[in-house]
């Protein structure tokens, strides 16, 4: 069975980490301590007093891979997520040794332990571990693709869950997932469905589960026989086969949906929204007022140079007040240096600018095409009215008319609108496809992490300012 060879796998995985933890120590201590790279840290306290420390630092170590589930069944994990859980658990037990080092320096004699030998473990060992752990990854990959290592799945239901279950099975066979076959109430056993066999009836699958080998059930049955679904969930707990449930709600929820408890009672928020949580609030808006602050500093030259050729180009105000619509559907008015000659109001609701539109001023061209003309909403992002990054501010009228031609528009009003944003760096500003920056902005709101902010801050420095749609 499957679960004997994890077992197997898993203390291999032991072994393997208490090596690399032993050899990364011995490296760090070397190259802390006796290699001449760093001459003043040699000879201050005997090799036994270091070495004497892996006793308590490999059992530690491992414990900390199992509490951040480093010996779980990862097929469908990815490098990324394994890689940051490496990291994780690496840093907690790096600064839980460097604490109790300090605490019981005195009674210890350890007052002359090496930080930089510390330092050295762990990015030794990060990187140690990650190699170990990607080799053993890419060997398993490469032999579950040859058809060993196998997982033997049953599926219950046909729905297009199932048919999306498959599809992923056979664009990753790296997983080891062989789909055994499916029960339905509605297909005739012995026949066929997108190559994998029926096998029998959902009233005879406690028999079934008897008389095969399988070593996982994937529940993935339509919304309409959701009615069944407690019968099989009871069968499938009295086999002792690992059950997972796949709810068919791709037609109803469109976005990745996040699970509560609430005294007990399992809740399922339709979106994830991570700036939803107050932390994460707090720390977005700490960045955007430090951003925005630094920036007008910066550019402060700039903007001043660009006030003044707007002034004595043409008449009119150097700032342009247009009412934009932010977060909680909020109307706010977004400002911007004036890059077209003086409008009444009416013609300046028109629509959008095209290619060499006449009402662009020399230096509008410029302005519009460098993003420059954006600067001005560092003081929306001073007021809280804006965000660094977001999805884009929409004037009212558009708003009004995506929201009934566009599914899922009004979602990116549950953040802040940013100076900048995931579709814009991705290529998607002016006339561009508006159903596929949503589809970039919603990607953006339910992912949002500070890093990812950073990053787009970043690429809008090199993609961002100047962009060919912007005229």
């Not at 911007?336 to 095209?354: I, L």
């Not at 001005?376 to 001073?382: E, G, I, K, T, Y």
Request: proline fraction near 6%; charged fraction near 20%; aromatic fraction near 12%.
């Amino acid at each position: 069975m499957i679960r004997d060879k994890q077992r197997q796998l898993n203390q291999l995985h032991v072994l393997l980490d208490a090596l690399v933890l032993a050899g990364s120590y011995g490296l760090a201590w070397y190259f802390a301590i006796e290699s001449p790279i760093f001459p003043e840290g040699h000879g201050v306290l005997p090799p036994r007093v270091y070495f004497s420390a892996l006793f308590f630092l490999i059992p530690a170590f491992l414990f900390l891979y199992w509490i951040f589930g480093l010996y779980r069944p990862k097929r469908t994990m990815g490098r990324k997520a394994a890689f940051i859980r490496i990291l994780q658990a690496n840093g907690v037990g790096v600064l839980l040794s460097a604490s109790l080092l300090f605490a019981f320096r005195k009674t210890l004699y350890l007052d002359h332990f090496s930080a930089r030998m510390i330092a050295l473990f762990f990015a030794i060992n990060v990187f140690f571990t990650t190699l170990e752990r990607f080799g053993i990854r890419r060997i398993l990959s490469g032999l579950r693709k040859r058809g060993f290592n196998q997982k033997h799945i049953l599926l219950v239901g046909f729905s297009e869950v199932s048919d999306r279950f498959i599809d992923a099975c056979r664009r990753n066979p790296d997983w080891g997932y062989h789909i055994y076959g499916i029960v339905d109430d509605l297909a005739e056993t012995g026949s066929s469905y997108r190559d994998v066999k029926v096998i029998g009836k959902i009233t005879a699958l406690s028999e079934l589960l008897s008389k095969n080998t399988i070593d996982e059930i994937a529940i993935t049955l339509p919304l309409a026989a959701y009615e069944k679904l407690a019968g099989i969930v009871s069968v499938c707990e009295k086999s002792g086969v690992h059950t997972k449930f796949i709810p068919d709600y791709q037609n109803v929820i469109h976005s990745k949906p996040m699970t509560e408890d609430m005294d007990g009672l399992p809740v399922i928020n339709i979106r994830n929204v991570p700036l939803t949580d107050p932390l994460n609030a707090a720390m977005k808006r700490a960045m955007d007022i430090a951003g925005s602050l630094a920036a007008l500093l910066i550019f402060s030259p700039i903007m001043l140079t660009v006030a003044l050729l707007i002034k004595l180009g043409s008449p009119g105000p150097v700032i342009f007040r247009q009412e934009r619509v932010g977060r909680h559907n909020r109307p706010f008015m977004m400002y911007k240096f004036r890059s077209m000659v003086q409008q009444k109001p009416e013609e300046e609701k028109n629509g959008w600018t095209t290619p060499g539109d006449p009402r662009v001023t020399g230096i509008g061209k410029f302005i519009r095409r460098t993003s420059i003309d954006e600067f001005p909403q560092l003081f929306n992002v001073l007021m809280g009215q804006m965000s660094l990054v977001g999805p884009r501010p929409e004037r009212t009228q558009f708003v009004e008319m995506f929201r009934e031609e566009i599914p899922r528009y009004m979602v990116k009003h549950q953040v802040r609108p940013g100076m900048t944003g995931w579709a814009q760096v991705n290529g998607l500003r002016g006339d561009t496809s508006i159903p596929e920056r949503i589809r970039y902005d919603l990607w953006y709101i339910e992912n949002w992490t500070l890093g990812l902010d950073i990053r787009i801050l970043f690429l809008t420095i090199f993609r961002g300012f100047v962009n060919k749609n912007a005229y």
